[in-house]
C-alpha cells in the first residue's frame, strides 16, 4: 500500500481553473481522481495507467486533463471552465497490483 497527498483544492469561480496533485509514497500502476459531491455517490473522474493510458468521466472530457510525472509518483489534474456542478470532494486513488490506496481528498467549490 502507499499514501497519497493531495493538494490544490480550492474555491474558484465558474470558467476558471484548478490543477490537483496527488503524490504518492511509492511507484503505482493506474491513478485515478475520484470525486464526492455531498448527497452524490463517489464517481470516477478521470484515470491514467502507468503507459499513460487515459479515460475520463463523459461530464469532464475536454475541460479536465490528466497527467502523471512517474518519476515523481504524482499525478496531475488539470481543471479548466469549471461549473458549479464540479463542486465536490476530489479524491486519489493508486492501484499497485490490485491494492488500492486512497488519498484523504481535496475540496473543491466553483461558485457560480
Known amino acids: 500500500q502507499v499514501q497519497l497527498a493531495e493538494s490544490g483544492g480550492g474555491l474558484v469561480q465558474a470558467g476558471g481553473s484548478l490543477r490537483l496533485s496527488c503524490a504518492a509514497s511509492?511507484?503505482?500502476?493506474?491513478m485515478v481522481w475520484f470525486r464526492q459531491a455531498p448527497g452524490k455517490q463517489r464517481e470516477l473522474v478521470a484515470s491514467?495507467?502507468?503507459?499513460?493510458?487515459?479515460q475520463y468521466a463523459d461530464s469532464v472530457e475536454g475541460r479536465f486533463t490528466i497527467s502523471r510525472d512517474n518519476a515523481k509518483n504524482t499525478v496531475y489534474l488539470q481543471m479548466n471552465t469549471l461549473k458549479p456542478e464540479d463542486t465536490a470532494v476530489y479524491y486519489c486513488?493508486?492501484?499497485?497490483?490490485?491494492?488500492?490506496?486512497w488519498g484523504q481528498g481535496t475540496q473543491v467549490t466553483v461558485s457560480s
Open positions: 511509492g511507484s503505482t500502476n493506474a
Open positions: 486513488m493508486a492501484d499497485v497490483r490490485g491494492i488500492r490506496s
Open positions: 491514467i495507467t502507468s503507459s499513460g493510458s487515459i
